[in-house]
């Protein structure tokens, strides 16, 4: 199987990262966690399905894809030690100062691809703040979720296990250990409980994962098959890249595409907003 294409900007020379960021005037950022998966997963399981979609939805648009770092809001998983967590300002001022660097290198959208639940409203304020200190427009991605609503059923939405271990075999199969699983939590228990977080309408804040697995992690990870996992990463970047590009095209047709100056100068947008 194939790895996923390589498209890290910190693996590239200056002069590629330059060409390919101006060209496309876009750049794919990379949010994920560093948090206990029990013993079959990684403990970047969530940076490695990030870079995983994040290299593919870059490949697709012929550009870069730009990590935070590893490391995202996950303080809930503290409990189990190797787990590492950022503070919510910390994680907001790294993307608003990466972001401010892709404007210097002529970048304009911003798709940020996240595969972690602790991330979501950091990530959203920090693009609320990148986009008004700097024009760009950023739409934010939430690839596991995305995952999830394709295949309900083989893609579960639990902690560890299948669709996260399909994710991280789509990126390196050898960073999963079926073998050296932990004990699960009681999966029925550990839906109902998980299942509360992620009300839209009135729901818990996550201070301990505890509450959801006892044991840290449930689901049915053997269920995860390295050739579907490959095929559902890829039909995951497709999505991301549809809506994105199609999100992208009604802001700027409707004149509220980005407003990013080059080099202090006369701004460069496409929209009505930038004559
Ligand atoms: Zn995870």
Redesign the pocket.
Known sequence: MPRHPDRQLERMSQPVAARLLSASRTAVLVAG?V?Q?GGHLPLG??AFAAMSIAERVAERLDTAAVSLGPVGVAHYHLGWAGTLSLRPDTMRAVLVDVAESLTRAGVERVIVVNW?EGNSSTLRGAADEAQRRFGLRIVVAETHVITHGKHPEEMEFT??GSM?TAAVLAYEPGLVHLEHATEASDRAAGEVAHGLYRRPDVYPVMADFHVVAPTGWYGRPELADAGRAEQIAEEVADYVVARATEIFAALEASGHGPTVPMNGGEPVGHGARAQ
């Open positions: 966690s948090e998966h399981t969530d972690h902690h560890a996260e």
